[in-house]
């Protein structure tokens, strides 16, 4: 399984082919790590629901899930706009 270090690293030399500068870096992956421990906080109320209800932390994960998607879809269509 890769690590989040793995992933951030993945990420940034896709967004960064050549390099970033170092401020950069450090505030990027700043950025990086806390939206992978908000997610994480989202995931644990996603588990504390399971405990009462599958059904309920099904559509809480599915809502979690189609958020990520939307945004990340809404990013891409500005960023091909600007192109």
């Known amino acids: 399984m890769k690590t989040l270090q793995d992933r951030w690293r993945e990420y940034r030399d896709a967004v960064y082919p050549n390099g970033v500068p170092a401020q ?17 906080q989202a995931t644990d109320e996603v588990a504390a629901i399971a405990e009462k209800s599958e059904d309920q932390a099904m559509a809480a994960l599915a809502k979690l899930k189609n958020e990520v998607w939307e945004i990340n879809a809404h990013r891409a269509h500005v960023a091909k706009a600007r192109n």
Do not use: I, K, R
């Open 24 to 40: 950069q870096n450090l505030e990027c992956h700043q950025a990086f790590m806390a939206g992978a421990l908000s997610f994480n």
